[in-house]
């Protein structure tokens, strides 16, 4: 059993939520704020990488300059994502950071989850806000990320 297998497994434990990695060995998880997680295991540098898409191509019909600049604003030295990187990858804007497999256990991946999911929430909202939508009214919370692999429920990470 690799080291992330190891961790996914004490992660099911501890928050009695079923994580398995697929084949690329990455697992992914949907919270409650609607936001897709996936976390991946970088074998050959021994690292995690937690990222999730912050805008949905369907619903930007394209990362116009309001959201490129709130995307920009909110990465200046990492104060309005908590560090986390914002890049592009096939028309999304991600949300993602690394952690050293070696520094994280069960309990610290829990951490690191809300923590991410409350900014993937927070930068998002403010993204769909850049393009004029007001999040709460739209239907973009509500069908934001669809098809995810397992329920994710925070509540159940308060440890």
Do not use: W
């Not at 930007?60 to 600049?69: A, G, I, N, R």
């Not at 403010?126 to 925070?154: C, H, K, M, R």
């Amino acid at each position: 059993m690799n080291a992330f297998n190891k961790l996914l497994s004490e992660f099911s434990k501890l928050t009695g939520l079923e994580t398995e990695a697929d084949s690329d060995n990455s697992c992914s998880m949907e919270t409650d704020g609607g936001v897709i997680i996936t976390i991946q295991y970088l074998e050959n540098t021994d690292e995690l990488v937690i990222f999730a898409p912050v805008t949905d191509p369907d619903k930007f019909d394209k990362l116009d300059y309001s959201v490129l600049k709130t995307a920009l604003e909110l990465s200046y030295n990492g104060e309005g994502t908590r560090g986390n990187c914002l890049g592009i990858f096939h028309d999304a804007i991600i949300l993602s950071k690394k952690y050293d497999t070696e520094l994280v256990n069960a309990e610290k991946l829990a951490d690191i989850l809300i923590n991410f999911s409350d900014t993937a929430v927070f930068v998002r909202n403010a993204l769909v806000a850049s393009i004029g939508i007001d999040s709460e009214e739209s239907d973009f919370n509500n069908d934001f990320n669809s098809g995810s692999t397992a329920e994710f429920n925070l509540a159940a990470l308060s440890v």
